[in-house]
């Protein structure tokens, strides 16, 4: 993702004083379905909202609604009445309120407002009451959210409301698929796969990858480090060593007109001569970073890209085996400089323990 080209979009988007994100993707996110509407010009679109299993279970009874929506003139207002919610702390403790999203199929989000059951004596937009917000999407899918405060920039996975088809037949639909992105894989199910947490119990000497996809204003991140369930081994410290010498040989061979895939070549032949890696590195060395959360420069075998000043991207090299009990991978995200590359994290690398 070249700078010049984020600053223009985020200077689009901050003047028309509407705040977006995007969700990265990721084979191992969780995902909801749902049903995403493009609003034709001029035209008020009728729109049932309903509640999901996770509402149901929350509230003890179905939550429903109805949206009234309109597009013109490049933005959608959206006018919508809703009842039925109990206390957002009945999903988990970490919650207090709910929040209205909008989310296209291409993945960006707009956190719309907030919802307040009535008699909070905090926020004056009341579940029951009309409640009136616009966005700039024209297709997109409705969604409410538990959320620990109403400011957050991506939503929950906490989805307890979502719509259903238009009422009137002829407005387009597709369907949409929303993923909650990030990699929790830990001990032998990390070695060749990630995904969301499951309910398998974390064992004694376990590694724990924690891979994490955030994502504020349109712009896409991707960090990584790994945690020792308990104190490492030998060969678990050996092997953290080895990667983390990879990703300082990455960092050190990358500057303006350098090909993604001599650093990729690198990395592999690096972490194969070491023996504690068994010659398990199986990905990508790293990927560039923009609107989505991969993008070129793509740092695989015979990748064309060549890095340019300005480039943002990611370097997460890693090994994987039975004898470490899961995988090492380290990740930090960078900017091309003229002279090379700068660190755009400050957060301590390290085999940290749980």
């Known amino acids: 993702m070249r700078l010049k080209s984020l600053l223009l979009v985020l200077s689009i988007i901050l003047l028309l004083g509407l705040p977006a994100a995007t969700f990265a993707q990721s084979g191992g996110d969780v995902t909801?379905?749902?049903?995403?509407?493009?609003?034709?010009?001029?035209?008020?679109?009728?729109?049932?909202?309903?509640?999901?299993?996770?509402?149901?279970?929350?509230?003890?009874?179905?939550?429903?609604?109805?949206?009234?929506?309109?597009?013109?003139?490049?933005?959608?207002?959206?006018?919508?009445?809703?009842?039925?919610?109990?206390?957002?702390?009945?999903?988990?403790?970490q919650y207090t309120t709910y929040v209205l999203w909008a989310v296209t199929p291409e993945g960006q989000v707009?956190?719309?407002?907030?919802f307040r059951r009535?008699?909070?004596?905090?926020?004056?937009?009341?579940?029951?009451?009309?409640?009136?917000?616009?966005?700039?999407?024209?297709?997109?899918?409705?969604?409410?959210?538990?959320?620990?405060?109403?400011?957050?920039?991506?939503?929950?996975?906490?989805?307890?409301?979502?719509n259903r088809p238009p009422l009137e037949r002829g407005i387009p639909t597709e369907q949409?698929?929303?993923?909650?992105?990030?990699?929790?894989?830990?001990g032998e199910r990390g070695i060749s796969a990630g995904g969301p947490p499951t309910r398998r119990e974390i064992l004694p000497g376990d590694l724990y990858i924690l891979d994490i996809f955030p994502a504020v204003r349109l712009y896409c991140a991707d960090t990584c480090r790994t945690f020792a369930v308990t104190e490492p081994t030998d060969r678990q410290q050996q092997a953290w060593e080895?990667?983390?010498?990879?990703?300082?040989?990455?960092?050190?061979?990358?500057?303006?007109?350098?090909r993604a895939r001599d650093v990729y070549k690198a990395v592999k032949e690096f972490l194969d001569s070491q023996q504690v890696s068994e010659k398990s590195f199986w990905h990508h060395a790293g990927h560039g970073l923009g609107y989505g959360g991969h993008e070129a420069p793509r740092i695989i075998p015979g990748s064309e890209d060549v890095f340019e000043e300005g480039d943002v991207f990611t370097l997460e090299p890693?090994?994987?085996?039975?004898?470490?009990?899961?995988?090492?991978?380290l990740e930090d995200n960078y900017v091309v400089r003229a002279q090379g590359i700068e660190d755009l994290f400050n957060f301590p690398w390290g085999l940290w323990t749980a």
């Open 242 to 258: 080895a990667v983390m010498q990879a990703v300082q040989m990455a960092e050190n061979m990358i500057k303006p007109g350098v």
């Open 32 to 93: 909801f379905d749902t049903v995403a509407i493009t609003y034709p010009d001029g035209k008020e679109v009728k729109v049932e909202l309903t509640g999901t299993e996770l509402g149901l279970k929350a509230s003890g009874k179905a939550i429903s609604g109805k949206a009234t929506i309109e597009h013109s003139k490049g933005v959608t207002v959206i006018s919508l009445r809703i009842g039925g919610f109990s206390p957002a702390a009945r999903l988990g403790s």
């Open 176 to 186: 949409s698929t929303i993923s909650f992105a990030g990699d929790f894989a830990c």
């Open 110 to 114: 707009q956190n719309l407002g907030e």
């Open 118 to 162: 009535r008699g909070s004596d905090t926020f004056d937009t009341w579940i029951g009451t009309p409640f009136k917000t616009a966005t700039q999407f024209q297709t997109f899918s409705l969604i409410i959210t538990a959320e620990p405060y109403s400011m957050v920039q991506s939503p929950s996975r906490t989805i307890i409301v979502s």
């Open 318 to 329: 890693g090994v994987y085996t039975k004898g470490l009990q899961g995988g090492i991978r």
